[in-house]
């Protein structure tokens, strides 16, 4: 059974730090793209960030560049995304995701696998 089984998240305030974990099972991990949506209640979902197969390229939203570092452990079958100086607005479920291609147009790419979700909650 495939699966992608998130860990991490939680509170934090704000500037603070969290770390999103997300192991993959079932599949061959480094044959996909990692990345990381969110969506806020009543909002559309976001293309976080990505990172592509191996060691390639990866993307970040303008609303987390700077902020947040995207990385996989391909041994490990793990990705993760470290938050730094997280924001009130980024409160919201996180989603990992494998995919196809990581690019700038992350947002469209098609999804293979979902994760279940993580809530992350920054208080002021």
């Known amino acids: 059974e495939v699966q992608l089984v998130q860990s991490g998240g939680g509170m934090a305030q704000d500037g603070g730090s969290l770390t999103l974990s997300c192991t993959g099972v079932g599949f061959t991990f480094e044959d996909l793209s990692l990345g990381w949506f969110r969506q806020a209640p009543g909002k559309e979902r976001e293309a976080v960030s990505c990172?592509?197969?191996?060691?390639?390229?990866?993307y970040y939203s303008d609303s987390v560049k700077g902020r947040f570092h995207i990385a996989r452990h391909n041994a490990k079958n793990t990705v993760y995304l470290q938050m730094d100086s997280l924001k009130p607005e980024d409160t919201t479920v996180y989603y990992c995701?494998?995919?196809?291609?990581?690019?700038?147009?992350?947002?469209?790419?098609?999804?293979?696998?979902w994760g279940l979700g993580t809530q992350v909650t920054v208080s002021t």
């Open positions: 990172i592509s197969q191996g060691v390639g390229p990866s």
């Open positions: 995701a494998a995919s196809e291609f990581c690019s700038t147009g992350y947002a469209a790419a098609p999804v293979k696998y």
